[in-house]
């Protein structure tokens, strides 16, 4: 081991010349700063200045624990002094906390000592580190946890023990690994990855960072995939005078913008970058382009602000320098003399779904590329195989979650929507519609008539929504819910009864019309009279800073439902409130509140 390097460390120790650096870490839902990342730096001009020189030295001197101290007290006293809101992040090895050496208890009493309390930090165990005692581990970190700590992972999918560490120590937050957001914009297999952490994450109550985010392209596709932490140079360089403020509006803006859009993916996020030529390159010039990379057989020809004019084939190339005078005819010709002029060029921000009925309206060759575009620049391509895959598994996909009977999507589709409006903070109204007295009707005209009531009543939402922007899903039965991201929501449920009510009557015999109902059975055998069939609704319009969850959103709503189905036919009924119900233990305590002061206590 370099003897120098040891003799610097030592010295650093020695003079306690650690430099912390804080990251702020942004929550783009509610446009806050959430927290700071502790980065520790060594000496200006040292050579154990860069972080990760700094602390392998440590480690190979087996100095870690005490290095670690020192950079922990420096950012706690740093962060303290700054006087920084939100969450401390600090870093710690997870050797480290099981050290025998390492002292304990030290970061609780340098928390007091400064003024800190544990339930402002979060400590962030990297998982770059292999764990030889995963049992030991599990019990420093419930140690912590108890104390009032929250516990993080850091570097998420790039260590050794992955989604085990996860399920063992059952963190608060992940912090995804740098690998997975470079140019996540550009790679299939990537998204795939963060879907599958969203996926988890969700099912775990485990918060998400996206970290290492240095693009605009990174941030844009892991908060419209739901990540709405983020962090990274592209938000905010470390800093020893860092951000206290979010300023970032037009993110803001943009990412509720594509949040908004519909749930298809656009074309943009499958564009790869690709090398591009000059529409004056000579012919000869592209030969030669093609034969150093033979995995190419088209490029994209833009002119000089960058917009692409055609689409050069190395097949054609090649077939006319194949013939006698090919060479002398087309070596200094320029490519836009051969190349396609009308390729399809569609804009980032298409649908998948219009771009493939584009392909199949112009019967392209399965083999070529989709030319893309951003603000009319050159952006990228896509081969047509990709977008046709990608539009398959979308209709798989739909069609796992949609009703067999309307084809809507199903529960799962449904809490999804509402999931993503509270993410985003984006206001909603929720609209569930229920049949009254479907049952006997089912049991008198047979199942047949059934289905046919659920396919009207289908229809006419589908009707009266296509014009607004809303989402409709059908939870099964005969109960459909509508996410409504417009003001309308009241006079559009309305219209829809009021159809139902024209429309019904047709599945009645003349007799049970005039009467406007039946007589029938209940199940102890007691003969009542039956209305004809009536649709009720219960509307809310929940508040998205109470509500944390889709269950409680639909909970307001059935309520609004069950109160819309004790009126008279069909009813829409606009439920007031807009928050969860307290708990009952809750409910309990503010009973026995009233009576303490009641009674003078």
Not at 465 to 482: L, R, S, W
Request: charged letters at 20%; glycine letters at 6%.
């Amino acid at each position: 081991m370099n003897t120098d390097l040891i003799a610097e460390l030592t010295l650093i120790l020695r003079q306690r010349s650690i430099t912390t650096v804080f990251q702020p870490i942004f929550d783009v839902t509610k446009q806050r700063i959430i927290g700071y990342e502790a980065l520790s730096r060594g000496p200006q001009g040292s050579p154990l200045h860069a972080p990760a020189v700094l602390f392998s030295c440590a480690q190979q001197a087996q100095r870690l624990s005490e290095l670690e101290l020192l950079c922990r007290e420096t950012a706690i006293a740093t962060f303290a002094e700054l006087q920084l809101d939100g969450k401390l992040f600090l870093n710690v090895s997870p050797n480290t906390l099981l050290d025998p050496a390492h002292p304990k208890g030290q970061t609780l009493q340098l928390l007091r000592k400064y003024g800190l309390g544990p339930q402002q930090v979060v400590i962030e165990l990297t998982e770059q580190d292999k764990v030889e005692d995963a049992d030991l581990l599990r019990v420093a970190v419930e140690h912590y946890r108890e104390l009032g700590f929250h516990i993080a992972i850091d570097d998420l999918g790039a260590g050794y023990s992955g989604l085990k560490q996860w399920s063992e120590i059952q963190p608060d937050i992940v912090k995804i690994d740098r690998y997975f957001i470079d140019h996540c914009d550009f790679s299939p297999v990537k998204r795939e990855f963060l879907k599958s952490i969203i996926d988890l994450a969700k099912a775990t109550n485990t918060q998400v960072i996206a970290e290492g985010i240095e693009r605009f392209e990174e941030f844009q596709l892991v908060t419209r995939l739901g990540i709405g932490n983020v962090q990274g140079y592209f938000l905010a360089c470390p800093s020893v005078q860092p951000e206290r403020h979010y300023r970032h509006q037009h993110m803001h803006e943009s990412w509720q913008a594509g949040d908004r859009r519909d749930q298809s993916l656009s074309i943009g996020w499958l564009a790869e970058a690709k090398q591009v030529l000059c529409q004056h390159t000579s012919c000869r010039e592209a030969q030669q382009f093609f034969a150093e990379d033979k995995s190419v057989f088209s490029v994209v020809v833009i002119d000089a602000d960058r917009r692409p004019v055609g689409l050069l084939y190395k097949e054609q190339l090649c077939e006319l320098f194949a013939t006698p005078y090919g060479h002398a005819l087309y070596d200094k010709q320029p490519v836009s003399a051969l190349m396609d002029c009308s390729p399809l060029v569609v804009d980032e921000s298409e649908a998948l779904d219009s771009v493939s009925q584009q392909i199949t309206e112009g019967e392209l060759d399965i083999r070529r590329h989709i030319i893309v575009t951003r603000s009319q620049e050159y952006l990228g391509v896509v081969p047509l195989r990709l977008i046709l895959k990608h539009m398959t598994e979308e209709k798989v996909r739909h069609a796992q979650h949609a009703n067999p009977l309307t084809m809507l999507p199903g529960n799962i589709a449904i809490n999804e929507a509402i999931e993503q409006r509270l993410h985003t903070g984006s206001s909603f109204t929720l609209a569930y519609f229920d049949l009254n007295h479907f049952k006997p009707f089912n049991d008198l005209y047979g199942y047949a008539n059934g289905d046919g009531v659920i396919k009207l009543v289908a229809e006419l939402i589908r009707r009266h929504t296509q014009a607004v922007p809303c989402f409709v899903g059908h939870i099964g039965g005969d109960d459909f819910m509508v996410v409504f991201d417009d003001a309308q929501a009241q006079a559009i449920c309305a219209a829809v009864l009021a159809d139902f009510d024209r429309q019904i009557v047709s599945y009645f015999s003349t007799e049970h019309t005039a009467a406007k109902g039946y007589w029938s059975c209940d199940r102890q055998g007691r003969r009542q009279f039956i209305p004809l069939l009536s649709l009720a609704v219960g509307l809310v319009s929940p508040d998205v800073n109470c509500c944390h969850n889709a269950h409680q959103v639909a909970t307001l709503a059935a309520d609004a439902k069950k109160e819309a189905k004790r009126q008279l036919g069909s009813h829409v009924f606009c439920c007031q409130r807009r928050k969860p119900a307290a708990p009952l233990y809750r409910l309990h305590q503010d009973e026995l509140d009233a009576q303490r002061h009641s009674l003078g206590g």
